[in-house]
């Protein structure tokens, strides 16, 4: 088994958690897993939860439009994930307690990727990997250098889709 299996296998497994407790799939990531660019959302909603597969709604379309403007595709040169790898009731922003249930996954992620460039997308991905202060209104597109990685932050691409002024 690859590692790449073994961990996707433990977070099938995982009940760190309660949002495990009302998930329908784990929504573990796609894409390249060799890419140089990563993008890391916080947590899968509806159609990601039924799927399996992060950003397949309405906000990931949006976000695959996005990527194809500057060349990139999910399953070709660019790896997405999420913080959370449940889908929290309601669309509600993952508690901080369910952050650190997953977080580890997360970082064995970025670890076997290796990425040069991570972004988040939206304020939550941003505080918890860029800065806890950070602020999504400010702040995006900002670049900053954290060990081995250049990151930014945009803004979610639901946000988006709620507020067409962004």
Not at 105 to 110: D, P, Y
Not at 143 to 165: C, E, N, Q
């Amino acid at each position: 088994m690859t590692e790449w299996e073994a961990l996707r296998q433990e977070c099938l497994r995982c009940h760190a958690c309660t949002l495990a407790e009302t998930r329908t799939n784990v929504v573990f990531g796609v894409g390249n897993r060799n890419s140089k660019l990563m993008l890391i959302g916080e947590g899968p909603g509806e159609q990601e939860d039924l799927q399996g597969e992060p950003f397949v709604g309405p906000a990931g379309k949006l976000l695959d439009d996005m990527l194809s403007i500057i060349d990139l595709y999910r399953r070709e040169n660019c790896y997405i994930c999420n913080i959370v790898k449940c889908r929290p009731p309601r669309n509600r922003d993952p508690l901080e307690t369910e952050q650190d249930a997953c977080i580890g996954f997360l970082r064995n992620q970025v670890a076997l990727v290796r990425p040069q460039i991570i972004v988040c997308l939206g304020r939550i991905a941003a505080k918890r990997l860029i800065d806890p202060e950070y602020r999504i209104t400010r702040q995006h597109g900002q670049w900053v250098r954290k060990g081995d990685f250049w990151m930014t932050a945009i803004y979610h691409p639901s946000a988006l889709l709620r507020d067409v002024t962004k």
